[in-house]
């Protein structure tokens, strides 16, 4: 393997990998022989007793280990998975994968009544209206690298999106359209603390997308966006000239990584895979903010766009804002070592990872010093995981299998080495991403570990020519014993990433509490439960509960504008109502305590049934009241 970094004339190296036996797909991937397994390796003999929260004192074998939760115990863990086109987020519990809960983001949903109660509707119309959104990277807030249970933010891979979801309550309480990008590929919080969430721009546009430079590609760029987390206000755009493409932050608030390719600016496939060699693009988030701060930028629909292109100004002198890091043609994945002393990044098209030591970015003048280690892991490495060991994890999409690495060992060995290697496993199949438990974290637990596949083929029930996709749980906590492939589970395509976060780090409410709404409660005083007209503008209020509505008929005329505003005055757990009137494409989701409102205009008279969609008791279906709309004179 050859090793050629940038000249000091600042040209692009012309080779960074070359292999004489190449595959015509992957121009790049030295093909080598392997055999798949037609079923899981190293299946589990039967087993006794939850795995329980490692330590370094208790942690368990493999052969100790069991998956199953049985009923009325919980699991250890929540793992949040992206649905992919759905627009949610599944969660599942772990180790048992079963589905909890599916948090609606970027779709509408009934059950929830998310996106038909004025809310969630305007949040999801202020965000561009769209009708369909594509998750990709579910990434929880950090306190002092730690998860700590507030919010978890998520892309919009299709729109140019971030969503910010509320971990009280799992739902969704804030999105932003972020109007200079087109495709949010990557998400990620800075760390430490989670102050500034990241947007990573993919798909190269004119900036702005006016009109100008259609057909001028050298012209176009991409930007990362920085969202102030509390406000989940848009701060600030990065303009760069490649498509970038996923993110992850250092530890200590400074560095934000990225992979990016396409440095050639081209249009096409032959274009965009020309080049030898893309970049990892390092983001120094001070220098922004300082620049920021000083009026360097260039205001784009409304957002301070700092210029931080390869030949920008303000990458010049001892501070660069921006960093380009010569690695393999066509990166993926990025992501930063549990101690922050690496950001490591996946070859895709050639068949390493890049070990990146960070600290060396503050010292070195060529950014490319700061390559301490390249090991050949297999084809189509993509995404890159950690335990508490010092072991990297990282998916091989042409192979078929997770690589177990050893991190050190890849810093010592020569550049092109396999021998940091441990071990290989067969997944079922072309897995994507992969998550370890609390991975992006400083503390990882060293567990599990779940591969997203993008393919299952034999592996479930025939469904069509539409195949489920399969997510794998393997339990990596016996270094002796290897990776054990304990549990498939069928996902609905198609799913991307995820996060595992210890469920004592969570605090999930039961009932709404009033105080965090921004509806005033509704008792059932009578003087809380009123029918007010105004000209053709109605607005009732009205509390909910067990088997009625706080108004037997509710009269309006044709034509009116009706706003309802109605809470669940339970308060018992699990006690959930709705107000549902399907001919006027009304259903909200009503929780204990909670309150929502809902906006339609009753433009047809007639007699139509308010009643609740959820079965609430046994006088469910007498829970119910008339809309009664007289006709217009």
């Not at 109660?117 to 959104?133: C, F, H, I, N, P």
């Not at 933010?153 to 999106?161: I, L, P, Y």
């Not at 192979?399 to 060995?413: F, G, H, L, R």
């Not at 071990?423 to 438990?437: F, N, Q, T």
Request: one cysteine or more.
């Amino acid at each position: 393997m050859t090793d050629t970094h940038a000249s000091e004339s600042g040209d692009r190296p012309t080779e960074i990998a070359t292999a004489d036996d190449r595959d015509p797909l992957f121009a790049r991937i030295p093909r080598r022989d392997f055999m798949k397994a037609g079923a899981a390796a190293g299946t589990m003999s039967a087993l006794a007793g939850c795995t329980g929260l490692l330590s370094d004192d208790d942690r368990q074998s493999a052969a100790d280990v069991d998956t199953e939760v049985p009923p009325g115990e919980h699991d250890d863990y929540y793992a949040f998975l992206s649905g992919g086109h759905s627009g949610d987020i599944r969660v599942y519990g772990v180790p048992s994968m079963r589905q909890l809960m599916r948090i609606p983001v970027f779709n509408i949903e009934s059950a929830r009544g998310y996106g038909h109660d004025d809310e969630t509707r305007a949040m999801l119309e202020e965000a561009g209206g769209y009708t369909w959104g594509d998750t990709h990277h579910p990434r929880p807030s950090q306190t002092d690298n730690t998860y700590d249970g507030e919010w978890m933010f998520v892309n919009d891979k299709a729109n140019g999106r971030m969503a910010r979801i509320d971990l009280t309550y799992f739902e969704t309480d804030a999105i932003v359209d972020l109007p200079n990008q087109q495709g949010t590929h990557g998400a990620c919080a800075l760390m430490p603390d989670t102050r500034l969430v990241f947007g990573v721009g993919e798909l190269r546009v004119p900036i702005p997308n006016d009109g100008r430079d259609l057909d001028d590609p050298e012209e176009y760029g991409s930007v990362l966006s920085a969202i102030e987390a509390e406000s989940f206000d848009h701060q600030w755009d990065v303009r760069v000239d490649c498509n970038l493409d996923n993110g992850d932050s250092g530890k200590d608030g400074k560095w934000f990584f990225t992979t990016s390719y396409n440095t050639e600016e081209g249009v096409t496939e032959q274009e965009m895979t020309s080049a030898d060699t893309d970049y990892v693009v390092a983001f120094n988030v001070p220098a922004i903010e300082e620049a920021v701060d000083a009026g360097e930028y260039e205001e784009i629909n409304g957002v301070p766009v700092v210029d931080g292109t390869e030949d920008s100004p303000l990458n010049d002198g001892g501070e660069p804002l921006v960093r380009y890091i010569d690695v393999p043609t066509n990166p993926h994945g990025v992501s930063v070592t549990p101690d922050g002393q690496y950001a490591i990044a996946s070859g895709k098209l050639d068949p390493t990872c890049t070990v990146i030591e960070i600290d060396r970015l503050d010292e070195a003048d060529d950014p490319n010093d700061a390559v301490v280690g390249r090991v050949n892991v297999g084809n189509g490495p993509l995404h890159t995981a950690y335990d508490d060991r010092g072991h990297a994890y990282t998916t091989l999409f042409v192979d078929s299998q997770v690589v177990k690495w050893d991190i050190e060992a890849a810093v010592d060995a020569e550049m092109g080495s396999e021998d940091p290697v441990i071990e290989k496993h067969d997944v079922h199949y072309s897995p994507g991403h992969l998550i370890a438990a609390e991975s992006y974290t400083g503390n990882p637990q060293g567990d599990w570990l779940i591969v997203l596949n993008k393919l299952s083929k034999d592996r479930f029930l025939p469904v069509g020519p539409v195949f489920p996709e399969n997510d794998q749980l393997f339990y990596i906590g016996d270094d002796d014993a290897g990776m054990e492939l304990v549990k498939d589970t069928p996902a609905y395509p198609e799913p991307h990433d995820a996060s595992i976060v210890r469920a004592d780090r969570l605090d999930p409410a039961s009932v709404y509490d009033p105080d965090d709404l921004e509806l005033d409660f509704i008792s059932p005083d009578d003087d809380e439960n009123f029918i007010d007209r105004d000209g053709d503008q109605v607005h009732v209020e009205m509390y909910n509960q067990r088997n009625h509505f706080g108004f037997e008929d509710i009269t309006v005329q044709e034509g009116d504008e009706v706003t309802i505003r109605t809470t669940n005055i339970e308060q018992e757990e699990d006690i959930l109502h709705s107000l549902a009137i399907p001919q006027h494409d009304v259903n909200v989701k009503v929780a204990p305590q909670e309150t929502r409102e809902v906006t339609f205009t009753a433009d047809q008279p007639g007699v139509y049934w308010m009643y609740c969609a959820y079965f609430c008791s046994a006088l469910h279906l007498e829970m119910r009241s008339r809309l009664l709309v007289e006709p217009a004179d």
